[in-house]
T-cell receptor, first 116, second 111 residues
Framework: GAGVSQTPSNKVTEKGKYVELRCDPI?????LYWYRQSLGQGPEFLIY????????DSGLPNDRFFAVRPEGSVSTLKIQRTERGDSAVYLC??????????????FGAGSRLTVL | SQQGEEDPQALSIQEGENATMNCSYK?????LQWYRQNSGRGLVHLIL?????REKHSGRLRVTLDTSKKSSSLLITASRAADTASYFC???????????FGIGTKLQVIP
């Protein structure tokens, strides 16, 4: 597609439920990033994919969070047993591959998650 | 974790004035970028400066980088009401492609 698409744009769920957030990157972008942003804060790195594999998942806060990218395109961020503290905007970004060092990211509009 | 820290955290100026935002970071970097965010949703890339560059311009934007002080500044000249947004610096370092953001400066331009 023309841009990075994230669905849903808004998700309200109850504490303890399971949530999936989807990211459809720009066609041909091999690198994909997930960030979490709380109100008044900067984006917090969660995980980065190069192709199908997670190259760096050091930002995932705990084992309730998991992300996949099975075909190297669409990615899904999965959150189990949601907690109120998981409420945030989840941002996805993609960029072209390679190691040129020019890691310019194109962001989606984000998925706002509210855990009641 | 946040790599960068922007200063000030909030800035309010009159339309037509210049706005300067600063960013400090902790570890050596490959590149430093500035992004803008409107209404708490997606970020938009503004400008990238490499670690071997000291200054870069793009339209009304001017970025400087001082690697000895681990700091960067973003200058927006002749500000407009439409420049009202949050501005973030972002860095990547080492052999990794991880991009880390600062906490941001919230800019308000008053018409």
């Amino acid at each position: 597609g023309a841009g990075v698409s994230q669905t849903p744009s808004n998700k309200v769920t109850e504490k303890g439920k399971y949530v999936e957030l989807r990211c459809d990157p720009i066609s041909g972008h091999t690198a994909l990033y997930w960030y979490r942003q709380s109100l008044g804060q900067g984006p917090e790195f969660l995980i980065y994919f190069q192709g199908t594999g997670a190259a760096d998942d050091s930002g995932l806060p705990n084992d309730r969070f998991f992300a996949v990218r099975p075909e190297g395109s669409v990615s899904t961020l999965k959150i189990q047993r949601t907690e109120r503290g998981d409420s945030a905007v989840y941002l996805c970004a993609s960029r072209t591959g390679g190691s040129s060092g020019a890691n310019v990211l194109t962001f989606g509009a984000g998925s706002r998650l509210t855990v009641l | 974790s946040q790599q960068g820290e922007e200063d000030p955290q909030a800035l309010s100026i009159q339309e037509g004035e210049n706005a300067t935002m600063n960013c400090s970071y902790k570890t050596s970097i490959n590149n430093l970028q500035w992004y803008r965010q409107n209404s708490g949703r997606g970020l938009v890339h503004l400008i990238l400066i490499r670690s071997n560059e000291r200054e870069k311009h793009s339209g009304r934007l001017r970025v400087t980088l001082d690697t000895s002080k681990k700091s960067s500044s973003l200058l927006i000249t002749a500000s407009r009401a439409a420049d009202t947004a949050s501005y973030f610096c972002a860095t990547d370092s080492g052999g990794y492609q991880k991009v880390t953001f600062g906490i941001g400066t919230k800019l308000q331009v008053i018409p």
